[in-house]
């Protein structure tokens, strides 16, 4: 994958800056009997806070996408499908 001037992409782990994370109200969903916190971020993403999870602050984020209820399910099910029970965490195989 490369960025718009022929460069590479490369990801860049860090804390998202407030003016990222703030598109919006926050919302709870509960999934399959797990709960989770929406945070929608300023350019049509969403972070996703595994709140009954076993490690707090754990969860993820995705790039835009429709933001229906049933993506944001679909999004949190497959988290969920990687997740080691065991660890709380996904693992590297």
Partial sequence: ???SDGGEWAASPGVAPS??????AAFRLEVDGEDFELQPDGFG????????G???GYGFSTSP???????HRANI??????????TGYIEDE
């Fill in 1 to 3: 994958m490369s960025g």
């Fill in 54 to 56: 076993p490690n707090p």
């Fill in 65 to 71: 996408s429709l933001g229906s209820l049933e993506q």
């Fill in 77 to 86: 099910r497959n988290f969920l499908s990687m997740v080691d029970r065991t």
């Fill in 45 to 52: 993403g969403t972070h996703y806070n595994w709140i009954s």
């Fill in 19 to 24: 003016s990222v994370t703030d598109g919006g």
